[in-house]
T-cell receptor, first 113, second 112 residues
Framework: DAGVTQSPTHLIKTRGQQVTLRCSPK?????VSWYQQALGQGPQFIFQ???????QRGNFPDRFSGHQFPNYSSELNVNALLLGDSALYLC????????????FGSGTRLTVV | KQEVTQIPAALSVPEGENLVLNCSFT??????LQWFRQDPGKGLTSLLL?????REQTSGRLNASLDKSSGRSTLYIAASQPGDSATYLC???????????FGSGTKLNVKP
């Protein structure tokens, strides 16, 4: 049973560029959440998708946007990249009720130069 | 706003020691609490999930307790091994289908 799959694993971008990160949830999960983890800190919630709609959003600017597809996979898009966007981006999936907690992917390491 | 604090920030112990990691949260109205392990540069591996109605969960050498009223959880690791070296994160949710609030983690180093 495949867990949460994220791609790519590493990415280097230049300031001002745009980036798209991808996530495939664990089999049987229908909800996807995205987190940003800066070095030495705990993950910070970006947003959550369910039924192809953004259901919750953390304190992130509109440069961060996302999408969920009918097969429950999701994308995270970041426009006008800043140096401060350099971080590990984690995707987590769960079933609708979240009773059994969340399963996290291995993350995408984004470096903005 | 929920604040999650983990103490200590770092811990170094010799192999074989029993140890306790602490997690505190400011809002006791949580839905569940989950402990994760994170190896350097990697994603999160779930260790234990405690529902708000539960007091503790055990898995192998790991035992996690939850005291909602005092806003505390502890992760007990028995007979530590070098392979246990990692950062341990605790996280709480306010209700089902909700975001996690994470602590900053405890970085554990178990020396051979």
């Amino acid at each position: 049973d495949a867990g949460v799959t994220q791609s790519p694993t590493h990415l280097i971008k230049t300031r001002g560029q745009q980036v798209t990160l991808r996530c495939s949830p664990k089999s049987g999960h229908d909800t996807v959440s995205w987190y940003q983890q800066a070095l030495g800190q705990g993950p910070q919630f970006i947003f959550q998708y369910y039924e192809e709609e953004e259901r919750q959003r953390g304190n992130f600017p509109d440069r961060f946007s996302g999408h969920q597809f009918p097969n429950y996979s999701s994308e995270l898009n970041v426009n006008a990249l800043l140096l401060g966007d350099s971080a590990l981006y984690l995707c987590a999936s769960s079933s609708r009720q979240g009773v059994y907690g969340y399963t996290f992917g291995s993350g995408t390491r984004l470096t903005v130069v | 706003k929920q604040e999650v604090t983990q103490i200590p920030a770092a811990l170094s112990v010799p192999e074989g020691e029993n140890l306790v990691l602490n997690c505190s949260f400011t809002d006791s109205a949580i839905y569940n609490l989950q402990w994760f392990r994170q190896d350097p540069g990697k994603g999160l591996t779930s260790l234990l999930l405690i529902q708000s109605s539960q007091r503790e969960q055990t898995s192998g050498r790991l035992n996690a307790s939850l005291d909602k009223s005092s806003g505390r959880s502890t992760l007990y690791i028995a007979a530590s091994q070098p392979g246990d070296s990692a950062t341990y994160l605790c996280a709480v949710t306010k209700n089902n289908f909700n975001k996690f609030y994470f602590g900053s983690g405890t970085k554990l180093n178990v020396k051979p």
